[in-house]
C-alpha cells in the first residue's frame, strides 16, 4: 500500500525522533512517531502499520543496543549437561523412564496487595479495573519444582525461603508417584543460597542417594525450564496482584497447580549444545571486536 519512499519517511521520522530527544525510541510512545508520520506522509496511516515499517530496518537505531557476555569462565562447560538433560541424555546415556528430570527454584517475596475498592473482572466493552491504592498484606515465597519431561508441576508457598523450605519441597515431590520409584532423581537449579555449591549436593545425597543436583552456571538461571513456569505463574496468575491476605495469596498457585496438571505439557525446548557453541563463539568474537577497538583508540590517543 506504502511506496519505498514512505517507507523512507517513515524511517527518517523515527530517526529524527531519537535526535531531537535524550531517551531511545523504545522509551518513546509509539503514538507520537504515528503522528508524526501521518503529518509527513500526507495520509492516513495506522501504528501497526508504522512498526511494521520500522521492523524492516537494518540498524534499527531506536532499539537498545546491549551484548550478552558470560560471566563465568566455564560458562559452556556447565550448561552443556543441563542442555544434554534437556535433550533427554545424561553422561552420554539416554535417560530411562525411572529417571524423572525436575528443574527447580524459588520465587521469592510474592507481596499480597489488599486493593482498597475491589478489583472488577473484564466485561463487554470494559477492561479490568484495579485500584491503584493497596495495602500490604505480607509476602511469601514460592517454590517449585518442575518436571521438564513430563509437564508436570509441584510446588509450596513458605514463610521463608532456605535450605529447609528446600528440604521440604524436595520431600514433598520424592513422596508421590512416580517420583518415589524412580532409581535416580536428577535436579537442575541454579546458584541461590539455599543450593549453592558442593555442599548443597552432599546434603541432598546425604539425604537420599539417588539425588543428582546439577547446578546451571552462574548468572544463567534461563537455562532453568522452571523459570519460564514462574513467567507464566508472574503473568497469569499473580497478575494482578489482588488477595486479601496471605492465605489466599497461598491458594492462588495451589489452583494454577491443579489446573495445570489436568492438561500438563511440556515447554518446547529448542536450544542445545549447537545452538549454545555457535552463541559462545559469537560471544568471543565480540568480546575480540571489543578488544581491538579499544586497542585502536589507546594506540591513536598515544
Request: proline content about 9%.
Amino acid at each position: 500500500m506504502f511506496p519505498p519512499l514512505d517507507h523512507a519517511l517513515g524511517k527518517a521520522v523515527a530517526c529524527d525522533l531519537v535526535a531531537a530527544t535524550t531517551p531511545p525510541l523504545s522509551r518513546q510512545s509509539l503514538a507520537e512517531v504515528t503522528a508524526r508520520g501521518r503529518n509527513a506522509l500526507g495520509t492516513p496511516i495506522s501504528r501497526s502499520t508504522v512498526w511494521r515499517m520500522l521492523a524492516t530496518d537494518a540498524s534499527k537505531p531506536w532499539r537498545y543496543k546491549y551484548w550478552i557476555f558470560p560471566r563465568e569462565p566455564q560458562c559452556a562447560d556447565k550448561a552443556g549437561p543441563i542442555l544434554d538433560l534437556s535433550a533427554g541424555l545424561w553422561q552420554g546415556q539416554p535417560l530411562g523412564p525411572k529417571d524423572p528430570l525436575l528443574s527447580a527454584d524459588e520465587k521469592t517475596s510474592i507481596q499480597a496487595r489488599r486493593r482498597g475498592p475491589p478489583s472488577l473482572p473484564p466485561a463487554p466493552r470494559r477492561p479490568v479495573s484495579i485500584a491503584n491504592e493497596d495495602e500490604r498484606g505480607g509476602a511469601l515465597p514460592y517454590l517449585a519444582a518442575w518436571d521438564v519431561r513430563r509437564g508436570y508441576v509441584r510446588g509450596r508457598c513458605e514463610l521463608t525461603t532456605g535450605i529447609e523450605p528446600l528440604g521440604r519441597l524436595v520431600k514433598q515431590v520424592l513422596a508421590e508417584a512416580p517420583y518415589r520409584a524412580g532409581e535416580r532423581w536428577l535436579w537442575i537449579v541454579d546458584n541461590g543460597s539455599s543450593h549453592r555449591g558442593e555442599t548443597s549436593k552432599t546434603r541432598l545425597h546425604q539425604g537420599d542417594s539417588r539425588i543428582l543436583r546439577v547446578h546451571t552456571p552462574g548468572h544463567a538461571s534461563g537455562r532453568n525450564q522452571v523459570e519460564i513456569s514462574f513467567s507464566i505463574i508472574q503473568r497469569k496468575v499473580l497478575t494482578p496482584n489482588d488477595f486479601a491476605d496471605l492465605e489466599a495469596l497461598r491458594l492462588r498457585p495451589a489452583l494454577y497447580e491443579e489446573l495445570s496438571n489436568h492438561h500438563p505439557t511440556p515447554f518446547q525446548w529448542k536450544f542445545d549444545r549447537a545452538k549454545l557453541t555457535a552463541l559462545v563463539a559469537k560471544l568471543e568474537a565480540r568480546q575480540r571486536a571489543l578488544a581491538d577497538a579499544q586497542l585502536n583508540c589507546l594506540q591513536e590517543a598515544a
